[in-house]
Structure formats: structure tokens, C-alpha cells
């Protein structure tokens, strides 16, 4: 593991010890931002402590993340994406899918991530060029099936409502963007669409789909990477398909429609 690994992987698992002083089955208050997505307090205090300790120990890097940090910065050969809290709203219902997503890029693509879901105990990470793992063990998007009902479809809620999709797996809607591209960098998922991404949601997933061998791009739209410098991407979302092949992928794409 190298030191820029070994850097983000503590910093995931003391935001999660931050979120984890937050969380409660009970739920918790949450407020609705502008563009209909809820914020709670520990959103906020995650972002703080992981734009402080980069800040700090990466002085030259720049910084966009979710909560406090949305335009790109210019003139950096290295920024760091971060979404302190990836599923909020499981998290304010005291549902336990929600995690923090790290992802340094380099030139403008993603060269590392990392993926913590503290409450399922699931540390995923990945460099580019060196693999994908969990927990420490390789992970691998799956092939194809040969029984459809072993594996399932992952998507957003907003899917259905913007979308007639008509995918021969079952549906299962987990509630945090960057856990369900971990379920298809696993092998877990075999499909996976998100309809509404914004950049901090898929950075670090978009590259452990990619170091796990599984297919992941947009389905619309602009390209999300490289990094446009000074752009605002609070205000851009980036609707993704993911699979385990080229002809999932492909497949897949053929059965969403756009209503």
C-alpha cells in the first residue's frame, strides 16, 4: 500500500468514526439543500475533518467535495473528490447503507480511491494500474450469469421516474450511489444506473469498477473526467451506467429509455 493509500484509507476510517458518533437507528435531522438532496450536521463535520487533514498533509493538492468545496480549483495536477457522506438519507433514517468516498486525481482522472462503509464493516480500495480489493482481498466484477435471478440490477430511486427500464434482473435500490458501484466492482450487482451523480458520488467508484475489470460510463451527457478547472460541479450531474462486461453494458443501455 502506498503512503497517498495509507493516507486516505485512515482518513476514511476516522470520518467513519466521526459519522458513527452521528448515527443512530433512531434517524436524524436532515435538511433539504437546493437541488432536493438532504444534508445533516455530520455531512458537514466529515467534510471539515477531511478537507483539514488533506489540507494539511497535501498542501499543494486541491480539494472538491460535496459539502463545502464544489468549484474545481485551478492549476492543480492533483485534486482530491470527496463525499463525506455518501447516502444521507439512509443515514438520517438510521438505515445503515452510507459511507465516505475518497478519490485523488491526477491530471484530472482518478488514480485512487477508497470506499468506507463503516456500519457494514467494508473497506473498499483501488490504484490505478494495481487492482481493486476489499478488506484487503482482490475483487472482481462478475460475467455473465447463467442464473439471472443470482445477481440483481442497482439503481437510484429517481431511475424509475425518469426512465423506462425494462432489464431482466431484479431491482434492488440500495440508497447510496457509491455503494451500489461497489456492488458491481464486487460481483455482487451485475447492472448498475445511476440517473442523477454528481461527481463526488462516482469518483472513487469509477475507478474501482475499472481496477476490478468491470465497465463503467456515462449514459449522457458530459464526460466527467478530466477535471474542467473553475467549473462549479455542484450544478452538473453525470448519469452512469456500470456493468460487469462491454455487452452488459450494452444491453443494458438498450433497455433504458428516457420517458
Avoid at 69 to 92: C, H, M, Q, R
Amino acid at each position: 500500500m502506498t503512503e497517498t493509500l495509507e493516507f486516505a484509507v485512515k482518513l476514511a476510517r476516522q470520518a467513519g468514526e466521526l459519522l458513527l458518533g452521528h448515527f443512530t437507528l433512531s434517524g436524524t435531522h436532515a435538511h433539504l439543500k437546493e437541488d432536493r438532496s438532504v444534508v445533516t450536521e455530520a455531512d458537514i463535520a466529515a467534510d471539515r475533518l477531511i478537507a483539514n487533514a488533506i489540507h494539511s498533509t497535501y498542501p499543494e493538492d486541491g480539494l472538491l467535495s460535496e459539502e463545502l468545496y464544489n468549484v474545481s480549483p485551478l492549476e492543480k495536477k492533483a485534486v482530491w473528490v470527496i463525499d463525506p457522506l455518501d447516502g444521507t438519507t439512509n443515514f438520517s433514517l438510521g438505515l445503515p447503507i452510507w459511507g465516505i468516498s475518497i478519490a485523488r486525481l491526477v491530471d484530472g482522472f482518478p488514480a485512487l480511491g477508497v470506499l468506507y462503509f463503516p456500519t457494514l464493516g467494508e473497506l473498499y480500495t483501488a490504484q490505478s494500474g494495481l487492482g481493486a480489493s476489499l478488506n484487503g482481498t482482490p475483487i472482481h466484477a462478475a460475467g455473465s450469469p447463467s442464473n439471472p435471478t443470482a445477481t440483481f440490477f442497482a439503481c437510484c430511486s429517481r431511475t424509475h421516474r425518469r426512465y423506462q427500464i425494462n432489464i431482466p434482473y431484479k431491482t434492488r435500490i440500495l440508497g447510496s450511489a457509491a455503494y451500489n458501484l461497489c456492488a458491481v466492482a464486487r460481483g455482487m450487482a451485475i447492472v448498475g444506473f445511476e440517473a442523477t451523480v454528481k461527481l463526488w458520488d462516482i469518483a472513487a467508484g469509477w475507478l474501482l469498477i475499472h481496477e476490478a475489470g468491470g465497465v463503467i460510463e456515462t449514459f449522457e451527457g458530459q464526460q466527467p473526467f478530466p477535471l474542467s478547472a473553475g467549473k462549479d460541479y455542484s450544478r452538473q450531474s453525470f448519469p452512469v451506467l456500470s456493468g460487469a462486461t462491454t455487452e452488459l453494458v450494452a444491453l443494458a443501455r438498450s433497455q433504458i429509455i428516457p420517458k
